[in-house]
């Protein structure tokens, strides 16, 4: 990286650091959440195994246990991408680097965060009636929408546990691809201004 390039971020441990990852975890989770109970009122049957621990039993859900392990893997990813990408080409004034460091790393928050809350929920929306009443009232859209919802009706007979674990993984696989993406530039940035230095 070139010396022109100024690193945002230095540890986690700091304040400046962990405060807005809780905050993040905690909107991972409350999604996390809202589409579990979500899943629920749909007619998913979640089940749970007891867990002995001394004299009494801990009940584990094992939808809400994915549901929350899949928040961790969308934390982890966020704090990796950001990272690796905390870095910002504003000279040395410290002020201007503290100014930049909320909005890059709410950015890094989107990137990651909208491609998995848009694919999690989204089987759940375009099924929803007040989704397919808007889609029905736009007469453009009626033909592609009538051919889409006869093949989403196949789809939709599928088990509710089923569904629920394709919606994680397949949100978790989106936040991975969006994130990997993110780490393949800087990655060939940072190689594109080695190749540049070395030729001067």
Known sequence: ?????????????????W????????????LELLFFYNALNTGFVDKTVSIPIGSWNLPI?????????NA???????????????????????????TLYPLRMIRTAALVLAPFTIILFAPYIVEANWFVNAV???QAFKPTAESF????FDVSLIDGAARFIISQM????GALTVSGLQLWRVKGTKNLVRAFRRRK
């Open 149 to 152: 919802y006869n093949w989403a």
């Open 1 to 17: 990286m070139s010396e022109q390039y100024h690193r945002l971020f230095l540890r986690w441990e700091v304040l400046r650091g």
């Open 170 to 173: 397949v949100a978790a696989l």
């Open 72 to 98: 961790l893997v969308v934390v982890t990813l966020w704090m990796n991408v950001f990272e690796s990408t905390a870095y910002v080409k504003a000279g040395p004034d410290k002020q201007v680097r503290r």
């Open 136 to 138: 029905a009232s736009v």
């Open 61 to 69: 859900s094992i939808a809400l246990s994915l549901a929350l392990g």
């Open 19 to 30: 405060i807005p990852a809780v905050i993040f975890a905690s909107i991972c989770v409350g």
